[in-house]
């Protein structure tokens, strides 16, 4: 069974703790003791040291709460005893367990120092003792100390008894710190099974912490997402649309070409079938040219230069002076030269087939062309009462598919997926019979 983050955290922060403290209990019951005899020693030490340089007895004791005496060396053992105990009580020190050995004498005859310590017994405590020769005396630097196996029980025990009172606190602390971190997790987890439905929801979480930082990150994975389904949902519309445009393009054409052949084979031809049948095999290859254009135009690698744009669009206009008859192209513009960095040949293409198609299906004959501040519009009447689908491919409008230069219906989608590639702003629209194209090469 899976363990909650609540009882996780509660159970870590638990152990921690216990360990923590019994840590601190085997320090306290083994290690502290020793420690401290360390430190009084030390300290007698360094109170002896400081008592050879300033001689100063007073001093030295208040210095370093030590006690200090001393008594002639020439006294019997027992006598030297007697005389240590008695200034001993003087100092309101009484000890029951106090002995200087034969053997403590002889050492510091030697003048070395020996140090003692003398456990009380019953009076659960201790004192610690440096004996030193000076001249014809015995000098004693002494301090008691308690038993701190004594004190280390009762502090252990206040420890145990803090502990059990700690885990409960902990216990309640963590099952309310938990809410306040799971709660915003289930509400993740919520959101992230919406998502994985492709119910891109979006959590409202408010924390100042990491767990915002990761609904926020997960926002914007489900936003990203959304965009993508719907943006592969319209990429299959489109190709729907696409195969369904590519039928009808290349049915009628096939239809021509099964009945002329039909009508060769019964021996109807009036010498014009033929003719008909290559007409249509041309009009074939050009929509399965035209499509594959389209096709790879997302694919090739861009080749930028740095050429003149105006240049080039008068080069394309002067190219359909013969084509252009009674109809006639009128350009419009602020500037004289207009320096590009893009892929020469695509803008070549994206300009010729506005042209093209102005020229084709202008319901009069005017072609009004205008260049201003990067902005190129080519505008013409039109007999199309929608513009909606016009960029879409195989679209050719209903009234011009009677026509004699109707096109493939891949010309416009074409050029809005160089322009896109490109960089460049596209837009049309239709007023009172009036159909424009914009393109904005301002930004490159």
Known sequence: MKQKIGTKLTIYITLVVILTFSISLVVS????????????????????????????????????????????????????????RLQLAKEHIALNKFWVSEEVLQTISEDKIVG?????GKQKSSFIVHYAKEGDQLVMIGASMA?????????????????????????MVTALLSRKITNPLHELQQ??????????????????????????????????????????????????QFMIGLTHELKTPLALINVYSSGIEDGLDD??????????????EKIITDMLYYARTEENALNLSRFDFYQLLQEIIQSYQPLQGEKQIFLQSDVTEFMLNS??????????????????????????????????????????????????????????????????????????????????????????????????????
């Open 147 to 171: 038993h701190f196996t004594d004190i280390a029980y009762f502090i252990n025990r206040f420890n145990l008894a803090f502990l059990i009172v700690s885990i409960l606190i902990i216990i």
């Open 29 to 84: 019951q083994f290690f502290l003791p020793k420690y401290y005899l360390y430190q009084l020693n030390k300290k007698v030490s360094e109170a002896f040291d400081s008592y050879q340089v300033l001689e100063d007895a007073e001093l030295v004791e208040l210095q370093f709460d030590v006690t200090i005496v001393a008594v002639p060396l020439q006294d019997s053992i027992n006598d030297l005893n007697e005389n240590l």
């Open 191 to 240: 959101v992230a099974k919406e998502i994985g439905e492709l119910n891109f929801q979006q959590a409202t979480i408010q924390t100042g912490d990491e767990i915002e930082e990761l609904a926020k990150s997960i926002n914007k994975m489900s936003t990203t997402l959304e965009s993508a389904q719907q943006l592969l949902t319209q990429r299959n519309l489109d190709l729907k």
């Open 343 to 444: 892929e020469q040949e695509k803008v070549y293409y994206i300009i010729e087939n506005l042209i093209s198609n102005a020229l084709k299906y202008t319901s009069d004959n005017e072609i009004q062309i205008s260049f201003t501040s990067g902005i190129l519009e080519i505008s013409n009447h039109t007999t199309l009462p929608d513009i909606s689908k016009i960029w879409q491919p195989f679209y050719v409008g209903e009234s011009s598919r009677n026509k004699h230069f109707s096109g493939t219906g891949l010309g416009l989608a074409t050029v809005k997926s160089i322009t896109e590639q490109l960089g460049f702003g596209t837009n049309s629209t239709l007023t009172n019979g009036k159909i424009s194209f914009t393109i904005d090469f301002s930004s490159k």
């Open 116 to 120: 003692k310590l003398y456990d009380q």
């Open 271 to 284: 010498g014009t079938y033929l003719t008909v049948i290559h007409q249509q095999v041309d009009r074939m």
